[in-house]
């Protein structure tokens, strides 16, 4: 699992690529990214780096690769949220939402209000 297996900046950019397109072969991310472009050697190493890591997984097409997400989005979300509660926090979300409501300068009702909103799109 990806736990204690935090991404860098570029990897983490890699990832959102996938995240966003789905498979891809090196030349197809490639031609995602915005200028100025990395070498396609540099990209080949981050996403074997992640495969390494176990966020990719990849199919071979002769001698092409397709690589695909194999962590989604949503697990590593949950992964940085919670690194970032207990680097930040003390490990409480308590703290987390205190925080946000007082820096977004939220109101008890607009609280209450996002909280309905997260029920109702579970059920």
């Known amino acids: 699992m990806i736990e204690n297996k935090k991404l860098t900046k570029a990897e ?30 540099t990209i080949s190493s981050f996403v074997r780096i992640l495969e390494k890591k176990g966020f990719v997984n990849h199919k071979a097409f002769g001698r092409t ?19 970032l509660v207990g680097s930040y926090f003390g490990g409480s979300m308590k703290e987390l939402v205190s925080f946000i409501a007082k820096e977004e300068n939220l109101s008890i009702k607009e609280i209450a209000s996002l909280i309905e909103e997260t029920k109702n799109e579970k059920l």
């Open 12 to 41: 983490e950019e890699i990832m959102q690529l996938f995240w966003q397109h789905g498979p891809s072969t090196v030349s197809q991310l490639m031609e995602k990214l915005e200028e100025p472009k990395p070498a396609q050697t």
């Open 65 to 83: 690769f397709e690589y695909f997400p194999i962590v989604s989005q949503e697990q590593y979300s949950k992964f940085s949220l919670k690194k």
